[in-house]
C-alpha cells in the first residue's frame, strides 16, 4: 500500500514574520529568472518553508494576489520535491519598463500563466539547491 503524501500548504511552511524574510535575504543566495528572483536559506526545521512577495510594479491588487497564488500554488505541489531544510522566498518585480503615458497602446505584457511560473520556478530551485550545496562544503 503506498502512502498518500500531503499536499497542504501548513502555517509552519509559511515565511511571514520579518526577521525570517531578512534572516533568507541576507544570506544572499539567489537566482533570477524573468520577472522571478527566488532567494534560499537553510532552516534547521528539516522541511521546506516559502514566503512570496510581489511588488507593486507588476500591477494592480488583483495581478498582484494572482502572482501570490499562483506562486503559493506552485511551492504546495512540489514542495515534495524541493530539498528540505530550507527557507525560500520568492519575489516577482516587473520585467519590462513601465509603458510611457505617449504610448499607451502599446503591447501589454501578457499575465504569466501557472505553467511558465512552474517551470521557472523549478529550474530556479535546482540552481539554488547547488548553489547551497557548494556554499556548505
Given at each position: 500500500?503506498?502512502?498518500?503524501?500531503?499536499?497542504?500548504?501548513?502555517?509552519?511552511?509559511?515565511?511571514?514574520?520579518?526577521?525570517?524574510?531578512r534572516r533568507?535575504?541576507?544570506?544572499?543566495?539567489?537566482v533570477?529568472?524573468?520577472?522571478?528572483?527566488?532567494?534560499?536559506?537553510?532552516?534547521?526545521?528539516?522541511?521546506?518553508?516559502?514566503g512570496v512577495?510581489?511588488?507593486?510594479?507588476?500591477?494592480?491588487?488583483?495581478?498582484r494576489?494572482?502572482?501570490?497564488?499562483?506562486?503559493?500554488?506552485?511551492f504546495?505541489?512540489?514542495?515534495?520535491?524541493?530539498?528540505a531544510?530550507?527557507?525560500?522566498?520568492?519575489?516577482?518585480?516587473?520585467?519590462?519598463p513601465?509603458?510611457?503615458?505617449?504610448?499607451?497602446?502599446?503591447?501589454?505584457?501578457?499575465?504569466p500563466?501557472?505553467?511558465?511560473?512552474?517551470?521557472d520556478?523549478?529550474?530556479?530551485v535546482?540552481?539554488?539547491?547547488?548553489?547551497?550545496r557548494?556554499?556548505?562544503s
Amino acid at each position: 500500500m503506498r502512502k498518500l503524501i500531503s499536499l497542504s500548504f501548513r502555517k509552519s511552511q509559511r515565511i511571514v514574520s520579518e526577521g525570517d524574510f531578512r534572516r533568507v535575504l541576507s544570506y544572499k543566495c539567489f537566482v533570477c529568472k524573468g520577472m522571478m528572483r527566488l532567494y534560499a536559506a537553510p532552516n534547521s526545521l528539516g522541511s521546506p518553508r516559502f514566503g512570496v512577495s510581489v511588488s507593486k510594479a507588476c500591477g494592480n491588487a488583483v495581478m498582484r494576489n494572482r502572482l501570490k497564488r499562483l506562486g503559493r500554488e506552485v511551492f504546495r505541489l512540489h514542495q515534495h520535491e524541493i530539498g528540505a531544510g530550507f527557507d525560500y522566498i520568492l519575489i516577482f518585480t516587473r520585467k519590462k519598463p513601465k509603458i510611457s503615458p505617449k504610448n499607451q497602446n502599446a503591447e501589454r505584457q501578457p499575465q504569466p500563466q501557472y505553467k511558465d511560473i512552474e517551470r521557472d520556478f523549478l529550474a530556479m530551485v535546482q540552481v539554488l539547491e547547488r548553489k547551497l550545496r557548494v556554499r556548505s562544503s
